[in-house]
DNA sequence: TTGACATGCAACCAAATGGTTGCATATTAA
DNA sequence: TTAATATGCAACCATTTGGTTGCATGTCAA
C-alpha cells in the first residue's frame, strides 16, 4: 500500500502507467522511445512500479515485456478513497455549516 | 493532480488525513499530539497537504482549525483509478491468456 | 561464431524531502 | 499590561530521489 501511494506520486511513473494503458506489453525499448531521459532512468522507475505491484514484466528471450496491473490501484479505491468517499456529503456539509457560523 | 498524489506519497501525511477523518476540526496542537515529531514538522505537512487541497483551515483567534476536504480524492477515484479501473478484467484476462500461453 | 541489440548493474551527482533548532508574532487570560 | 499559549518563519542538515555515465551480460541473427 505505501509502495503503491509512492510510486503514484510521480509524473514520469504515471506517464508510464499511462502509455501501458494505451498499449500493453510493451518492452523496455519501446517504452524508453515516448520518455525524454535515458533508459536507465526509466528502468528505475519501472522497477518501482513493479516493487508496487503495479506492473507485472515478462521476459521474452532478450526482450521485456511490462503488463499494467490494475488491481492495487483498485485497491486503493475500495480501501483507503472509500474510507474518505464514504463521509463525503457529511464532512462537506459539516465544513459549510461550520464557516457559516464562522462569519 | 500532482499536488495530491505527492501530498498522498507520505505515510505521515496519510495518518495526519486518519486522524481528521476521525476527529474533524483539529487544531495544530491537537494533531501534534498524536505525532511523534516536533510542531514544526507536522506544519509543514499540513502545508503540502493544504496545497493539493486535501485540508481546509479555519484561524479561530490564535488557534487554526483543520479539516479534511475529500474533494480531490474522490476526483482521483472519479478520473484516475476509473480510467484503469475500467479495463481491469480486461487486462487481467489478457495478462492471464498471455501468461498461459508462453508456458 | 560473432556482431548487434536489449537489458542489467553500479558508481556517481544535484536537487528535493523530511526533519531539526531558534527565534518572531499574535492572541488570550490573569 | 504581562505572561503564557498557539502558530509562523527561516536557516540548517541528513537522507532519499531522480537522473546521469560507463561497463557487463545475455540473446538473436547473419
Known amino acids: 500500500m505505501d509502495a503503491v501511494f509512492r510510486a503514484l506520486a510521480d509524473p514520469t511513473r504515471r506517464q508510464l502507467l499511462d502509455n501501458l494503458h494505451a498499449r500493453n506489453g510493451q518492452t523496455l525499448n519501446a517504452l524508453c522511445a515516448e520518455m525524454d531521459m535515458t533508459r ?5 522507475h519501472l522497477a518501482i512500479l513493479e516493487e508496487a505491484n503495479l506492473v507485472t514484466t515478462l521476459r521474452k528471450g532478450r526482450e521485456k515485456e511490462h503488463y499494467l496491473n490494475p488491481v492495487p490501484i483498485n485497491e486503493i479505491a475500495e480501501r483507503w ?3 474518505f468517499e ?3 456529503l457529511d464532512a462537506l456539509s459539516d465544513l459549510k455549516k461550520r464557516l457559516e457560523r464562522e462569519d
Chains 1, 2 share one sequence.
Not at 536507465?40 to 528505475?44: E, F, L, P
Open 40 to 44: 536507465q532512468a526509466v528502468t528505475k
Open 81 to 83: 478513497i472509500g474510507k
Open 86 to 88: 464514504r463521509h463525503r
